[in-house]
């Protein structure tokens, strides 16, 4: 049977996005470091990860705790469909995220200070923004968008996301239109890519989008300094509150699992489920 050490060497041999590997790798060398990298994957107990999980909630904040413990329950997942141990000893971990998630999506009111400052400052900015709050997308899709995978007429951008799977992306005319603004005044340049830098006109980097957004916050006077990816929550949460059915917020926002969505934007106790 493989060591920890040997099955973490071919989990991150299967291919994802650099920056997903990147991350599996700190967070998994750490816990195997605890739990000793010549330890056989059979050997490793609840007991031993429950340890672990208690140690990092006196260091790390609940959502940290959440996350890391998701990548546990992933990599032994898959060592036990591997045939490395029975079962999975991190399958009875449980992720406790923070109970209020909504204070994670940017206000109507902050985003539509963002939106109103970009409109006449920046034919750019109010595109991307108009189209992060039309779509929902991640940063990823933001700024891997192409002029080619992207349909004004219709209304449709074909992204790559999280795990580069693509995604169809649905948006307004009022999108359309912030997109041809920019477009229009976008430099001629040997690529394809919507959103790029001022100046040098390369590609924008998700460094650049989150540094971006802090800045607009910042002119803004809003709230908080927001990152992007608070859009994306602030969308999902208005179709929950809508009503809307969580599938077809799943597919707006891209989630792979429509438990992702249940978990992130639909309240566990549903006022309607008493009256059944």
């Not at 920056?19 to 000793?36: A, D, E, M, P, R």
């Not at 948006?171 to 919507?194: C, I, K, M, N």
């Amino acid at each position: 049977m493989p060591t920890l050490t040997e099955a973490l060497r071919t989990y991150l041999q299967i291919e994802r996005r650099p920056l997903t590997n990147k991350q599996y790798s700190l967070i998994l060398t750490h816990v195997i470091g605890q739990l000793g990298p010549s330890r056989q994957v059979a050997r490793v107990t609840y007991e031993d990860l429950i340890d672990v999980q208690a140690d990092l909630r006196s260091r790390l904040k609940p959502s940290t705790v959440a996350n890391y413990t998701s990548i546990y329950k992933a990599f032994f997942a898959w060592c036990a469909q591997r045939g490395y141990c029975d079962v999975s000893p991190a399958a009875d971990l449980v992720r406790r995220r923070p109970a209020n998630r909504s204070n994670r999506a940017i206000p109507p009111d902050d985003l539509r200070r963002l939106i109103d400052y970009a409109r006449v400052t920046s034919p750019r900015d109010y595109a991307m923004l108009m189209f992060l709050a039309d779509t929902g997308c991640r940063v990823g899709g933001l700024i891997t968008l192409r002029s080619s995978a992207l349909s004004l007429e219709s209304g449709i951008a074909m992204l790559t996301e999280k795990g580069g799977k693509p995604h169809r992306a649905l948006f307004s005319s009022a999108t359309a239109e912030a997109l041809a603004g920019w477009l229009a005044r976008r430099p001629q340049l040997d690529h394809d890519y919507v959103f790029v830098a001022r100046g040098t006109g390369a590609p924008l980097t998700r460094g650049a989008v989150n540094s971006l957004f802090k800045t607009l916050c910042r002119k803004c006077e809003l709230s908080r300094l927001w990152t992007p990816h608070a859009i994306r929550h602030a969308v999902g949460h208005a179709y929950a509150k809508a009503g809307v059915p969580a599938t077809i917020t799943q597919r707006k926002l891209g989630h792979s699992d429509v438990g992702t969505t249940l978990n992130f934007y639909y309240p566990t106790e549903d006022p309607y489920l008493d009256l059944v």
